[in-house]
Every structure is written in structure tokens, then in C-alpha cells.
């Protein structure tokens, strides 16, 4: 008979103390292990957002609010920048900057208004439909359509602001053109739209039925050789359609128009450098340059992350001095069990050799176990940890 014999038969009998024993172990272990392999990935998720948009403008303010509202459609209550201050941007030259308009959302993604060229320059595939061509058509990320369970020519409404200011903002109902491909980014849950349909939404444009030939006295105030008097009793249409697109007008000079923030998607550092003087000479736009702000961020997360590992090393400390104990005490109940094992042959050697085991493949299992717990952990979170934490 074996010591590895005799340790299997004693932590087999004894299952419950070793399964705790093991449990105690392996919790201790796991937060430091899951940190290790999360983090990692979650500061690589950052910098190659950061990277792929190196300058940011918006409106004075946080500048972490700023990146975090450009890079990831995070909300802000910042005032809006001017859709003429992107245009003076590319009247500078600067073809690669994009703008948002990010203050809208349907079932809880946001409603990104952009431009064409922003598929362009972030290389975007689609998976199926095609890109957005007119107002009222929209473009979902992956996991929208995932989640959602919508496919091209479907439809999705826009969600008011506010419950208690319904008309304030027109729900639109936005047929879906076009699918993107997964890239892991936040472009993944997010649905495009062109400018000109956040426009809508925000009551700047409408479309409304032609009362001009209508003799319906509800819709009717006035005729006179100035036209037609409409009544409050013609709303604005919440749906595109062929039939309705011409009527869609907006009020006001579209350079007054509303936007959230521009990004320049544009890696060569000399435009970075000139396209961030052109926008400090306008006092209404900050210039942020993103992965400075990401290091500041990735910084504080390591901070957190060390208080998390210092935290567990105080449990884990606790967890062995309680194992110890543990074990102590079942060195002291198998005094009998000892003695007899020397009277039978066996050398005080032997004794000391099956304790030594049984800590040793209680704490190989620990280990093994946290190690695949944690593995499993990071492969199911790291993907949208980095959303998380943002």
C-alpha cells in the first residue's frame, strides 16, 4: 500500500472537509487570476479605441466625458457643438474628421447621426443590407441585431428623451437597411443613422401631409392668396416612405444645426497636430486627444485593480491561517492513526509524507480549479468588461 493510496482513501472518506478545504483555496485564489487575464485584454480593447481615434472635439467641459461620448456614445450634458464647426474643419482640409450627433437611443442603444465616410474610415463591413441612403433608414450593429432578433427591413423606433416631454422629441420608426459586421468595438451596439434623422428627432425637420387641396375644416384654419393655414390637428409624419420623403423639410440654417462632438479618424500625426490648432482658435470646441485620456483612465483602473489584489492577498492570508488551522487540528485527531501506522512498519517519516501529500493535492486541485473558473470567467466578460468599465 501506497502514501498515495492512503492520502486518496483519507480525502475521499473525509469529502466534505476537503471540499471546503478546496473551496476556501480556490475563492482566495480567483480574483487575482480572473484580474490578470481581464485586465490585459480590457486595457488592449481601450488603447486600440483610442488609437484607431486619436483627436476628439467637443464642447468645453470633461475631457473624459468628451472621449467617453465620442469613442463609446456614452451620454453627456454638454451644450451641443455647431454642425459650422465641423465645417470649418473640412474646409481646412481635414477630410477624415467625422461628425456625431449621440442624444438619442431606441431600446436602450444609442442612435449614432454620422456620415457616411464614418464606415469608411472605421472600415466597417456589413453583414448583410447596405449602408444608410436617405432619412429614416438606419444601419444596426451586431449585437443589436443579436440581441433584438431584427434583420434588414425591419423597423426600429426612436425613444423619447423624456417620458414627460413625449413632444418634445417625434418617436421615429427607422427602417433598417444594413447589418455591420462584429469589429468587438461599441460600434456593435449601436444603431447609425445619417444626420439629418437625429435632425428629425429632434423636431429641427419634419415631414406632414399636403393640406393644400384638403377641404377637411379640422386641418384647415385659413385660405388666402398667401397659401394654406394649417391647423395644430396636421402632425408630422413618424415614419419615412416613399410616398412622404419629399415633404420633409427642415427649419433654419443647417450650420446651426446640432452636434455632439467630431472625431478625427486619421493616424498620421501631423494632422492630428494641425487639426487640433485649427479647432483652438474656435473657443465653443475643445480639443481632446484620446489616448492621453485613455492612459489617465487605464491608470486609475490599475489603481482599482491594485486594492482589489491587496484586499484578496489580506483574504487569501486569512483563508491560509484558516487552513492551517484545519489542518493542525486533523494532525492532532490522527495522532491514533499515526501510532498504529508506525507499530504496523511504517517509518515517523511516513507520517509527515501523507500530510505533505493531502496539502498538496488539495492545493493543486485549488489552483487547477481557480485557474479554469477564471479562464472561463475572461472568456464569457472581456469582450464587454471594457464597456463596463467605461
Given at each position: 500500500?501506497?502514501?498515495?493510496?492512503?492520502?486518496?482513501?483519507?480525502?475521499?472518506?473525509?469529502?466534505?472537509?476537503?471540499?471546503?478545504?478546496?473551496?476556501?483555496?480556490?475563492?482566495?485564489?480567483?480574483?487575482?487570476?480572473?484580474?490578470?487575464?481581464?485586465?490585459?485584454?480590457?486595457?488592449?480593447?481601450?488603447q486600440?479605441?483610442?488609437?484607431?481615434?486619436?483627436?476628439?472635439?467637443?464642447?468645453?467641459?470633461?475631457?473624459?466625458?468628451?472621449?467617453?461620448?465620442?469613442?463609446?456614445?456614452?451620454?453627456?450634458?454638454?451644450?451641443?457643438?455647431?454642425?459650422?464647426?465641423?465645417?470649418?474643419?473640412?474646409?481646412?482640409?481635414?477630410?477624415?474628421?467625422?461628425?456625431?450627433?449621440?442624444?438619442?437611443?431606441?431600446?436602450?442603444?444609442?442612435?449614432?447621426?454620422?456620415?457616411?465616410?464614418?464606415?469608411?474610415?472605421?472600415?466597417?463591413?456589413?453583414?448583410?443590407?447596405?449602408p444608410?441612403?436617405?432619412?429614416?433608414?438606419?444601419?444596426?450593429?451586431?449585437?443589436?441585431?443579436?440581441?433584438?432578433?431584427?434583420?434588414?427591413?425591419?423597423?426600429?423606433?426612436?425613444?423619447?428623451?423624456?417620458?414627460?416631454?413625449i413632444?418634445?422629441?417625434?418617436?421615429?420608426?427607422?427602417?433598417?437597411?444594413?447589418?455591420?459586421?462584429?469589429?468587438?468595438?461599441?460600434?456593435?451596439?449601436?444603431?447609425f443613422?445619417?444626420?439629418?434623422?437625429?435632425?428629425?428627432i429632434?423636431?429641427?425637420?419634419?415631414?406632414?401631409q399636403?393640406?393644400?387641396q384638403?377641404?377637411?375644416?379640422?386641418?384647415?384654419?385659413?385660405?388666402?392668396?398667401?397659401?394654406?393655414?394649417?391647423?395644430?390637428?396636421?402632425?408630422?409624419?413618424?415614419?419615412?416612405?416613399?410616398?412622404?420623403?419629399?415633404?420633409?423639410?427642415?427649419?433654419?440654417?443647417?450650420?446651426?444645426?446640432?452636434?455632439?462632438?467630431?472625431?478625427?479618424?486619421?493616424?498620421?500625426?501631423?494632422?492630428?497636430d494641425?487639426?487640433?490648432?485649427?479647432?483652438?482658435?474656435?473657443?465653443?470646441?475643445?480639443t481632446?486627444?484620446?489616448?492621453?485620456?485613455i492612459?489617465?483612465?487605464l491608470?486609475?483602473?490599475?489603481?482599482?485593480?491594485?486594492?482589489?489584489?491587496?484586499?484578496?492577498?489580506?483574504?487569501?492570508?486569512?483563508?491560509?491561517?484558516?487552513?492551517?488551522?484545519?489542518?493542525?487540528?486533523?494532525?492532532?485527531?490522527?495522532?491514533?492513526?499515526?501510532?498504529?501506522?508506525f507499530?504496523?512498519?511504517?517509518?515517523?517519516?511516513?507520517?509527515?509524507?501523507?500530510?505533505?501529500?493531502?496539502?498538496?493535492?488539495?492545493?493543486?486541485?485549488?489552483?487547477?480549479?481557480?485557474?479554469?473558473?477564471?479562464?472561463?470567467?475572461a472568456?464569457?466578460?472581456?469582450?464587454?468588461?471594457?464597456?463596463?468599465?467605461v
Amino acid at each position: 500500500m501506497t502514501a498515495w493510496t492512503l492520502v486518496r482513501a483519507h480525502l475521499t472518506f473525509h469529502w466534505r472537509r476537503t471540499t471546503v478545504l478546496i473551496g476556501c483555496l480556490w475563492i482566495g485564489c480567483l480574483v487575482p487570476l480572473v484580474l490578470s487575464q481581464v485586465m490585459p485584454e480590457v486595457q488592449k480593447q481601450l488603447q486600440r479605441r483610442a488609437n484607431e481615434t486619436p483627436v476628439v472635439f467637443g464642447s468645453p467641459g470633461s475631457s473624459l466625458e468628451c472621449v467617453l461620448h465620442a469613442l463609446y456614445f456614452r451620454p453627456t450634458q454638454a451644450p451641443p457643438l455647431l454642425y459650422g464647426d465641423w465645417q470649418s474643419l473640412q474646409q481646412a482640409g481635414f477630410e477624415r474628421c467625422v461628425p456625431l450627433h449621440v442624444r438619442f437611443s431606441t431600446n436602450d442603444y444609442p442612435i449614432v447621426g454620422t456620415h457616411l465616410e464614418y464606415f469608411t474610415y472605421r472600415q466597417c463591413q456589413f453583414l448583410a443590407g447596405e449602408p444608410f441612403g436617405r432619412i429614416g433608414d438606419c444601419v444596426i450593429g451586431s449585437e443589436v441585431a443579436r440581441q433584438l432578433e431584427l434583420n434588414v427591413g425591419e423597423f426600429l423606433i426612436s425613444s423619447p428623451r423624456s417620458f414627460l416631454s413625449i413632444a418634445a422629441d417625434y418617436p421615429l420608426q427607422m427602417k433598417i437597411v444594413g447589418i455591420l459586421q462584429p469589429t468587438a468595438s461599441p460600434d456593435d451596439r449601436a444603431v447609425f443613422v445619417d444626420l439629418k434623422t437625429t435632425w428629425v428627432i429632434e423636431n429641427l425637420g419634419h415631414g406632414h401631409q399636403d393640406v393644400s387641396q384638403s377641404n377637411d375644416p379640422n386641418l384647415v384654419l385659413e385660405r388666402n392668396e398667401q397659401g394654406t393655414v394649417a391647423s395644430a390637428a396636421v402632425l408630422p409624419f413618424t415614419v419615412v416612405t416613399e410616398e412622404n420623403l419629399a415633404s420633409f423639410h427642415f427649419h433654419g440654417e443647417m450650420a446651426d444645426f446640432p452636434i455632439t462632438a467630431m472625431v478625427l479618424l486619421d493616424d498620421r500625426q501631423r494632422a492630428q497636430d494641425l487639426a487640433a490648432g485649427v479647432a483652438q482658435k474656435n473657443a465653443k470646441v475643445q480639443t481632446v486627444f484620446a489616448g492621453d485620456v485613455i492612459r489617465e483612465l487605464l491608470s486609475l483602473l490599475f489603481q482599482i485593480q491594485n486594492v482589489i489584489v491587496a484586499v484578496s492577498i489580506f483574504v487569501g492570508v486569512a483563508t491560509l491561517m484558516l487552513f492551517g488551522l484545519v489542518i493542525g487540528l486533523s494532525v492532532q485527531i490522527r495522532q491514533q492513526e499515526m501510532e498504529t501506522l508506525f507499530k504496523l512498519g511504517a517509518s515517523r517519516g511516513l507520517t509527515w509524507t501523507l500530510y505533505g501529500l493531502e496539502v498538496l493535492v488539495i492545493a493543486v486541485v485549488a489552483l487547477l480549479l481557480a485557474g479554469l473558473i477564471s479562464r472561463l470567467i475572461a472568456w464569457f466578460v472581456r469582450e464587454d468588461l471594457y464597456l463596463w468599465f467605461v
